[in-house]
């Protein structure tokens, strides 16, 4: 009886220690099944490409359709409308002597726009993930410096167009010489240097080793290059919203000019011994004319707003949370990432507005595309207004409509 109790007993703990290790497994699977079902639950509602790994199975991850798919479908795009168009104005502007100001300038916003659309291949590759670790680094320490370096160069110049501009309306009897030619030649590369003075180092400073095969452009510089780039951004600041305020200010000035010299062209016109038909018909072309310069201060104002505005408004936190890394949520950088994204794509789009601008705004430009393309100079004057007097480079010696 002893020992049928005692064998009992035996199997009871037996059976009963059984029972906790099924328990215990059973609580582990479940724990997998729940595991697996919330990083299901996370990759839909937050969808990736193919060959992205566990580790960026996060809502913080940057690699998601925008990034993925969306930009570089957009950025080749701009590729090819960029080369076809910059490389037309390249072969145009090697045609055109540099007679004038605004042809200097305008020969160096092409090749800053070049340089800029040589860099979208790049911006392409590595955001598809279809690049490798060695052009992801390139991208990096180079083509995104370079992107920004001509990015600035652009704007700069568009200042320097607006000053020449207002200057030649506000005096359009002074005219161009050979050393105030020079003295522009010297001032662009002047400009250059500086530049790429004060992006060379961003260049330098990005110079460590990626610890995984998934980086950041912020991982791969030194201390010393996380606040060098922190001082370039404020520099460009600088840049940006000076040269803004320079061709808010010059056009400003420009309008008002113009506006004056059409009123006393029109109180003119009126008050003389001349028929009311006759006065009509000579109002009607500055009229015209006005409306033309109107539209063209309106078209290099649009590429200043549309593209560059949005921009110098979300680059500032970026860069912050880029150098100072610790103070932000991970949500949070990554909406300024996209944020930055988004808006960096409006800039881009100045490579391909550019070549529209040299088109209204300078006829010597207008003259050579289309002597080439073998089209009448009075072809597109309706909208040109190139019948209106409205040239901006043609002659060194602009009248005042000249200077728009």
Known sequence: MFLATSSIQHLAKKSHFFMMKVLEQLKEKQLSLSFFSGNMERNTAFPLLAGNHSHTNSTCSRDNVLKNVVFPILYSFLFLVG??????????????????????????????????????????????????????????RVSSVLFYLSMYISILFFGLISIDRCRKTLNPFKGTNATRLKHRKLLSGAIWTFLVILCLPNVILTSKTPTSQYFQCSKLKTEA??????????????????????????YTLITKELYRSYSRTKSHSTGGSISQAASRGTVKKPHKAKRKINANVFLVLAVFFVCFVPFHFARVPYTISQTRAESFDCKLKLFFFQLKESTLFLSSMNSVLDPLIYFFLCKSFRTTLFNTLHILPGTCSWLTGSGSDTDTCSSPQGNSTATT
């Open 83 to 140: 080369m076809s168009l910059n490389g037309l104005a390249v072969w145009i502007f090697l045609r055109i002597p540099s007679q004038s100001h605004f042809i200097i300038y305008l020969k160096n916003i092409v090749v800053a726009d070049v340089i800029m659309t040589f860099a979208f291949p790049f911006k392409v590759l590595s955001d598809s993930n279809m690049a490798s670790i060695g052009l992801r680094i390139f991208v990096c």
């Open 225 to 250: 290059g996380l606040r060098w780039h922190e001082i370039v951004n404020h520099v460009c600041q600088v840049i940006f919203w000076g040269n803004l305020l320079t061709v808010i200010v010059c």
